[in-house]
């Protein structure tokens, strides 16, 4: 079994940044993608970022150019940085790892941009 655990999450004022991280234990060989999503109060879960083995990332539209995704294969670790946060990124934030015929969740952490 794979276990993630994010930290990171908090309360922001909008203009903000934070930073999530994500790590992982268990028996893992290989990670290939390494996801961000996130579900806001009564809205369906959506893909924010995804960072491929061999370091390609896209974004969900709405955080391009604000938020960047990064990993450590070494440490299998991802990081989630979110500039200039606006009230709408509001949400839990979950992080995913895709591995070979399985895919793991974090538990989630609590993002909350508000003045």
């Known amino acids: 079994q794979v276990q993630l655990v994010e930290s990171g999450g908090g309360l922001v004022q909008p203009g903000g940044s934070l930073r999530l991280s994500c790590a992982a234990s268990?028996?893992?060989?290989?990670?290939?993608?390494m996801r961000w999503y996130r579900q806001a109060p009564e809205k369906q879960r959506e893909l924010v970022a995804t960072?491929?083995?061999?370091?390609?990332?896209a974004y969900l539209d709405s955080v391009k150019a604000r938020f960047t995704i990064s990993r450590d294969n070494a440490k299998n670790t991802t990081a989630l940085q979110m500039n200039s946060l606006k009230p709408e990124d509001t949400a839990v934030y979950y992080c995913?790892?895709?591995?070979?015929?399985?895919?793991?969740w974090g538990q989630g952490t609590q993002v909350t941009v508000s003045s």
């Open positions: 268990g028996n893992i060989f290989k990670i290939y993608d």
């Open positions: 960072i491929t083995s061999d370091g390609r990332t």
């Open positions: 995913n790892y895709v591995l070979a015929g399985a895919e793991f």
